[in-house]
């Protein structure tokens, strides 16, 4: 059952748990997963690349909305526009986690004390609520799915996970 009502997502998380075959995963953390039209967007141009990304009109718990974005962010150059949309949206819908991995867009949402997760902290908290016995294999299949992860973070999720204590 989920525990933490909502969150918002990128499109990188959906993307990667999609394609490790754990998307099952959002629902059972989180009742909703709330996603701007840009991340909408972003997977629709992947699938016309050829991309192998989720059918978003298949999951019933995943629900689109417009973000308008404050002119403070539009200024942000590096800004990607999904990770702004969802930034924005965070405003809209305050203590509502957002799910982000892109470094940059990370700072910027912590710049505004956003709740913040990202992949690998949906994995941290799926094994924490038992529903996967190891975070070590995704976070491997998520690599060789090309999600980018130093070896610094790596080492770090998983001694969060209790996989690994000690950096080699």
């Given amino acids: 059952m989920p525990d933490s009502g909502r969150a918002i997502s990128n499109t990188s998380p959906l993307f990667y748990l ?52 404050p002119d403070d962010l539009k200024l942000i150059a590096d800004l990607g526009r999904g990770e702004a949309e969802v930034i924005a949206l965070a405003f809209q819908f305050p203590d ?24 690998i902290g ?15 294999p995704l976070l491997d299949e998520m690599q060789r799915a090309g999600f980018h992860l130093s070896e610094v973070v790596k080492h770090s999720a998983l001694q969060l996970s209790g996989e690994k204590s000690i950096i080699r």
């Fill in 96 to 119: 509502t986690p957002v799910i982000l991995d892109d470094r940059f867009a990370r700072r910027i949402a912590a710049r505004y004390a956003l709740k913040l997760t990202g992949t």
């Fill in 18 to 69: 999609h394609r490790i075959n754990a998307l099952h995963l959002l629902p059972a953390l989180y009742e909703q997963i709330i996603i701007p039209t840009a991340v909408v967007a972003e997977l629709q141009a992947g699938a016309a690349q050829g991309e192998d990304v989720p059918d978003l009109s298949a999951y019933d718990w995943i629900n689109q909305r417009h973000a308008a974005i």
């Fill in 122 to 136: 949906v994995l941290l908290k799926a094994k924490s609520a038992g529903l996967i016995p190891l975070v070590s």
